[in-house]
């Protein structure tokens, strides 16, 4: 179910990165607190070097056009306990970001780090299409987006488009990956970096690292994890293609490829059962004060 891992390495990370030609990358992303955590990360060590634009997706993922009734679906699927978590790490940040001093918010760490942002409710219409087009991207990344990006999207950086994926890839292809490895009380998971095409998750692998999971780890801990592993591996994928001008990476086994969709209520349930819970409190906690963590990153094979 793994795949091949490809792991971090530090030393040719820094061969690339020395050795790397200053790239222009957007990046379109949800916003939550997850990927701003791991977008802070990448940017801080790679914004002198490369120059990037911020796509904040507003919408929520099916594009019915009321959010009033998007949301009470979403209820009835995930329950409350998960939509009561979805909301803690997809609204709270950009609320508590302008109240907060150390709160993070996307607008605040882009700010710091001098990377214009632009917010749209989908990627893939006429106006947020533009702006990428006008910003003239050689790399698209997707971190947390919440849209499925159009193949005019897609065609739109010179070199290509990477996607940051919670599970090792071909396995838990789809949706929230990291819960449903939760759900089926697996012992390891990972993060996978891929190469965005037409089909979902189906491109070839640039990186991946496997994570193990502890017992009674947090889903928010967990995701926290592979967010920031996440972050390290995209840095090393950024300027790899950056020295080359194009994306390596191998060819997935579709014949093993596992499919996943949005976590219900019941898979919440069996998740809870085998001694795992989606948030706790020092969780919360983070969630206004997130610690640093640059000791944990890239550190597992």
Not at 148 to 173: F, K
Not at 200 to 223: K, T, W, Y
Request: net charge positive; charged share 25%.
């Amino acid at each position: 179910m793994s795949g091949p891992i490809v792991a971090v390495d530090t030393a040719s990370g820094l061969d690339q990165a020395s050795a790397a030609e200053p790239r222009r990358v957007c990046i379109v992303t949800n916003g939550s607190w997850f990927a701003t955590v791991a977008l802070d990360r990448l940017l801080a060590r790679t914004a002198t070097r490369h120059a990037y634009l911020v796509i904040v997706a507003t919408g929520l993922r099916k594009q019915s056009g009321n959010r009033l009734v998007e949301a009470s679906r979403l209820l009835r699927r995930w329950g409350l306990r998960y939509f009561t978590y979805k909301v803690a790490v997809n609204v709270l940040p950009s609320l508590l970001g302008r109240v907060i001093p150390g709160a993070v918010s996307i607008d605040r760490i882009c700010a710091r780090h001098g990377v214009p942002t632009a917010r749209f409710r989908n990627v893939n219409e006429a106006d947020p299409m533009e702006r990428i087009t006008q910003f003239g991207p050689d790399m698209l990344i997707s971190f947390s987006c919440p849209n499925r990006l159009s193949t005019d999207v897609l065609a739109l950086p010179r070199i290509g488009s990477l996607n940051v994926h919670s599970s090792l890839l071909p396995a838990y292809a789809g949706m929230a990956g990291y819960i449903h490895a939760l759900r089926n009380d697996d012992p390891s998971t990972g993060v996978t970096v891929h190469e965005m095409v037409d089909r979902l998750d189906a491109g070839r692998i640039v990186r991946q690292q496997r994570i193990a999971i502890r017992p009674r780890m947090s889903a928010f801990q967990l995701f926290r994890e592979q967010c920031l592993c996440g972050a390290a591996l995209l840095e090393e994928a950024i300027d790899a293609c950056a020295t080359t001008g194009r994306i390596d990476g191998s060819p997935q086994d579709l014949a093993q490829r596992t499919w996943v969709g949005e976590p219900t209520r019941d898979d919440i349930r069996v998740l809870r059962r085998n001694g795992f819970r989606l948030m706790g409190f020092r969780d919360l906690a983070e969630l206004i004060r997130p610690r640093r963590a640059e000791h944990e990153i890239g550190m597992r094979s």
